[in-house]
């Protein structure tokens, strides 16, 4: 069973700081996700990743895939209070439908 | 495009009674799926769906579950007879191929069995 581990598993920060969180697992993983889930509403996609050592950049938000592909970072610059939310990693393997996600870290970025 | 489109938002309902979910898929994404949500055990997927096809329904908790897709547009999962432990929230995704590349999600469903 591939199992994601995401930490932290809580975060709270101030407005204007900085951020890093994980998404490791022992598997190797085909693609890996990052999504954003804001309260009362479904996962939004951000980001997929499918190379290793590959980094990708979403405005003030940097994904990297590792080289093994088995782990995942997201970091966070300047964070804003619009960035809050619970942030969920999955992982595939390539033309397999059954996505593995982590529990998720829940961000809360104060004003 | 309007994305994936679940009804209700929320649902109460007293233990016993039958709840039935809806979904509307993206038009042209051919892969559905149905997830519950809860605190201690995150997001399962419960039952995938390829070309209105059931693939694969291993993670449906129990017989009192089921799920149909009669039509590319339209998905639905029935629970009865409900009871307290299956309140959470319900999520619908849709995808273009089988979806190991990631989803697009509903907002979801929740439910409240009392």
């Given at each position: 069973?591939?199992?994601?581990?995401?930490?932290?598993?809580?975060?709270?920060?101030?407005?204007?700081?900085?951020?890093?969180?994980?998404?490791?697992?022992?598997?190797?993983?085909?693609?890996?996700?990052?999504?954003?889930?804001?309260?009362g509403?479904?996962?939004?996609?951000l980001?997929?990743?499918?190379?290793?050592?590959?980094?990708?950049?979403?405005?003030?938000?940097?994904?990297?895939?590792?080289?093994?592909?088995?782990?995942?970072?997201?970091?966070?610059?300047?964070?804003?209070?619009?960035?809050?939310?619970?942030?969920?990693?999955?992982?595939?393997?390539?033309?397999?439908?059954?996505?593995?996600?982590?529990?998720?870290?829940?961000?809360?970025?104060?004003? | 495009?309007?994305?994936?489109?679940?009804?209700?938002?929320?649902?109460?309902?007293?233990?016993?009674?039958?709840?039935?979910l809806?979904?509307?898929?993206?038009?042209?994404?051919?892969?559905?799926?149905?997830?519950?949500?809860?605190?201690?055990?995150?997001?399962?997927?419960?039952?995938?769906?390829?070309n209105?096809?059931?693939?694969?329904?291993?993670?449906m908790?129990?017989?009192r579950?089921?799920?149909?897709?009669?039509?590319?547009?339209?998905s639905?999962?029935?629970?009865?007879?409900?009871?307290p432990?299956?309140?959470?929230?319900?999520?619908?995704?849709?995808?273009?191929?089988?979806?190991g590349?990631?989803?697009?999600?509903?907002?979801?469903t929740?439910?409240?069995?009392?």
């Amino acid at each position: 069973t591939q199992l994601l581990e995401q930490s932290p598993q809580f975060l709270s920060i101030q407005e204007g700081e900085n951020l890093t969180v994980y998404c490791n697992s022992s598997s190797v993983f085909s693609s890996l996700q990052w999504y954003r889930q804001e309260p009362g509403e479904g996962p939004v996609l951000l980001v997929t990743v499918v190379t290793g050592g590959e980094v990708k950049k979403l405005k003030r938000l940097t994904f990297q895939f590792g080289d093994a592909r088995k782990d995942s970072s997201l970091h966070i610059t300047a964070a804003q209070p619009g960035d809050t939310g619970l942030y969920l990693c999955s992982g595939g393997g390539g033309s397999n439908y059954k996505l593995t996600f982590g529990k998720g870290t829940l961000l809360t970025v104060n004003p | 495009d309007a994305g994936v489109i679940q009804s209700p938002r929320h649902e109460v309902t007293e233990m016993g009674q039958e709840v039935t979910l809806r979904c509307k898929p993206i038009s042209g994404h051919n892969s559905l799926f149905w997830y519950r949500q809860t605190m201690m055990r995150g997001l399962e997927l419960l039952i995938y769906f390829n070309n209105n096809v059931p693939i694969d329904d291993s993670g449906m908790p129990e017989d009192r579950f089921s799920a149909k897709m009669p039509n590319a547009s339209f998905s639905t999962l029935k629970i009865q007879p409900s009871e307290p432990r299956d309140s959470a929230v319900y999520f619908c995704a849709s995808s273009r191929g089988q979806g190991g590349y990631g989803y697009t999600f509903g907002s979801g469903t929740r439910l409240t069995v009392v």
